[in-house]
């Protein structure tokens, strides 16, 4: 167990509406990243945020937003939902942005998009 | 840019023999940190082991050890007593280190790993 907590880990949905993707990272990580796993583009980093403050901005669409909130859980906000955005959503944590240090990974959040 | 290589798209092993999974990178930034992780058909992200550039000896954790090659920018990843168990996908991932950089991990494209009796 990473003891990096995503919910839900299922999430089927129509075409153009609108998800929300929650993440509990370690307990005292500051770091949290978004990345997305699909079959043809493989894993890519969509963002990060270090103690409620974005840091890096990776592969993320304009209709994705996430936020970092004070008590360092991460929400991943996907929205006018396509077919093509049904994929596997990591959240993950690190100690210290600057240093580098192991990502711990949560289970994955498995979008369909319908 | 950061660039990873991960030419193996399968490949199998028997019980108890060891395997090598091979990575190779690209990378501008002077001091970088190399992963591997392994991602079972469950689909959870596992961290296996690290390699810092700047580390002389190379990176062991219980049966995986990082055959880490700065000369040849290859970094990869040998499996001893191969269990049933390891079979999964296997990413190769780095990121750069340094104050103010994003610790951001870019990764390959895997190798599936099968383990057989």
């Known amino acids: 167990d990473s003891g990096v907590t995503q919910t839900p880990k299922h999430l089927i949905t129509a075409t153009g509406q609108r998800v929300t993707l929650r993440c509990s990272p370690r307990?005292?990580?500051?770091?949290v990243y978004w990345y997305q796993q699909s079959l043809d583009q493989g894993l890519q980093f969509l963002i990060q945020?270090?103690?409620?403050?974005?840091?890096a901005k990776g592969n993320i669409l304009e209709r994705f937003s996430a936020q970092q909130f004070p008590d360092l859980h991460s929400e991943l906000n996907l929205s006018s939902l396509e077919l093509g955005d049904s994929a596997l959503y990591f959240c993950?944590?690190?100690?210290?942005?600057?240093?580098?240090?192991?990502?711990?990974f949560g289970n994955g959040t498995r979008l369909t998009v319908t | 840019a950061q660039k990873i290589t991960q030419t193996q798209p399968g490949m199998f092993v028997q019980e108890k023999e060891a395997v090598t999974l091979d990575c190779t990178y690209d990378?501008?930034?002077?001091?970088?940190?190399l992963f591997w992780y392994k991602q079972p058909s469950s689909g959870e992200m596992i961290f296996l082991i690290y390699?810092?550039?700047?580390?002389?000896q190379n990176a062991t954790e219980g049966r995986y050890s990082l055959n880490f090659q700065k000369a040849r920018k290859s970094a990869n990843l040998v499996i001893s007593a191969s269990q049933l168990g390891d079979s999964a996908m296997y990413f190769c991932?780095?990121?750069?280190?340094?104050?103010?950089?994003?610790?951001?991990?870019?990764f390959g494209t895997g190798t599936r790993l099968q383990v057989t009796l």
């Open positions: 945020y270090y103690n409620g403050e974005e840091r």
């Open positions: 990378t501008s930034d002077q001091s970088y940190g």
């Open positions: 991932a780095m990121s750069p280190i340094g104050t103010g950089t994003a610790s951001k991990l870019t």
């Open positions: 307990s005292g990580d500051l770091s």
């Open positions: 390699q810092g550039s700047y580390d002389e």
């Open positions: 993950a944590s690190s100690g210290r942005s600057e240093v580098n240090s192991p990502l711990h």
